[in-house]
């Protein structure tokens, strides 16, 4: 029973929207509405549970003295005051929290964050070495097309021939495009499968336990 | 040098994470878990602000009960803490999972495949200038023919011999332009984050450039 039950209720849940995607009438536009809503909700306790997951982990680490332990203090520390700050803000009142919260943002998470991105670009640079160096017809073809794209979105390849911006946006425009699409195709049909899969009761990973 | 205490902390914490360039050390760390738990805190803030408050505070403060109803089926997540229990958290990944599969089937069929396929197409307007390099009959034909030999190089049921060989090879050549030109897209955007960071470093830090 305890997997025959959730097994049920993914497949009458699963025909029943399949169905009510093509009943064009109010109430079903109006069921559609209110699960979405509640969809929502109950996906939000699946985020507190992701929440609750990391602080464990976290208290965890610091009880047992794993390696790198104090750093989990910075963890639970930017959690609450991050959260705090910014519900707590709302309140009448209290626009101070607020304020430091919109400071907290703007100068120490969005330069962290934007900083984390941008070493990337050095990790990407040793990356283009190693992709871009044509040992094959396929290899040159990619690095023909990552050389125009990058020449193409800064001023500099305008400055070494004015059609190279053009250049670019064909390539974007029609074989990028043509093989996105065929890729989405791909997801399209592979999306369809599994959701079939799932709703028939055949892929029953989710359950847990390995399928069985 | 700047004299604002925020852009002193922005500036110390944007070298933090530089310094992993160098190697792994205490202060990219430290850096790194802050950043870890500010991230989840300004999620959990954003979805208390667009969700919860939304969603929760407001229906049962105006006394609509039924908003009890998809709180209760989200709270049994939390069962995942009681060993005993735990199978309860099967309920709400049902739920999700059936609404959101049986819906995504056609919503999927429609955008993913029709929608692309109708934008695949050769229409009558390509026929009045052929050789537009963006909307001209040949590069309509020369999307038709990528997207079909993409589709074909994925097509794993049969040996790629004979011409489903050769669709498949030209099916790569396509592919390989378009994570060139992926690539290419991401390192630029890379690019432009670490020339963001730098001139935030030189102009408002350290006042180099004006």
């Excluded at chain 2, 735990?86 to 029709?114: C, K, R, Y």
């Amino acid at each position: 029973m305890r997997r025959q039950i959730p097994l049920m209720l993914v497949l009458v849940l699963g025909i029943f929207f399949f169905i009510q995607f093509f009943v064009p009438s109010r109430l079903s536009t109006n069921i559609y509405q209110v699960s979405l809503q509640w969809l929502i909700l109950i996906s939000a306790f699946a985020i507190v549970l992701a929440i609750g997951s990391l602080v464990n982990h976290h208290l965890l680490k610091i009880k047992r003295r794993r390696e790198h332990w104090p750093y989990s203090y910075a963890t639970l520390a930017g959690l609450v005051v991050m959260s705090l700050l910014g519900i707590l803000g709302r309140f009448p009142g209290l626009g101070l929290l607020d304020e430091i919260y919109y400071r907290l943002y703007l100068f120490v998470q969005a330069p962290m964050d934007a900083a984390m991105f941008a070493i990337l670009a050095f990790y990407m640079a040793s990356a283009s070495y190693r992709a871009f160096r044509a040992r094959s017809k396929e290899a040159l073809l990619l690095l023909v097309s990552g050389f125009f794209i990058m020449l193409g979105v800064i001023p500099l390849g305008a400055l070494i021939w004015d059609r190279i911006p053009d250049i670019a946006e064909w390539i974007m425009m029609v074989p990028n495009m043509a093989a996105k699409r065929g890729i989405l195709f791909g997801v399209g049909l592979g999306i369809t499968a599994t959701s079939l899969k799932i709703i028939l009761g055949i892929e029953r990973s989710w359950l847990g336990g390995g399928g069985k | 040098m700047s004299t604002d205490i925020w852009v002193w902390i922005a500036a110390l914490l944007s070298l933090a994470i530089f310094s992993y360039l160098y190697k792994d050390n205490p202060v990219f760390r430290f850096a790194e878990h802050l950043f870890t738990g500010l991230s989840v805190g300004y999620m959990i803030v954003l979805m208390w602000n667009n969700y919860a408050y939304q969603y929760i505070v407001i229906p049962i403060s105006q006394q609509r009960w039924i908003t009890l109803i998809p709180m209760a089926l989200g709270m049994l997540y939390l069962f995942r803490f009681v060993p005993k229990l735990q199978h309860l958290m099967l309920i709400p990944i049902a739920i999700t999972l059936g609404i959101w599969n049986g819906w995504s089937i056609p919503v999927v069929i429609e955008a993913d495949l029709f929608k692309q396929m109708q934008g695949t197409m050769v229409n009558t307007t390509m026929f009045q200038n052929p050789w537009d390099p963006h909307n001209g009959l040949v590069v309509g034909l020369l999307v038709v023919v990528g997207v079909v030999c993409t589709v074909l190089y994925f097509y794993f049921s049969r040996e790629h011999r004979g011409p489903l060989k050769v669709a498949s090879s030209v099916g790569i050549w396509f592919v390989m332009i378009g994570f060139g030109a992926s690539f290419g897209y991401t390192v630029m955007a890379r690019m432009s984050l670490l020339i963001g960071r730098i001139q935030f470093l030189f102009t408002e830090w350290i006042h180099l450039i004006k």
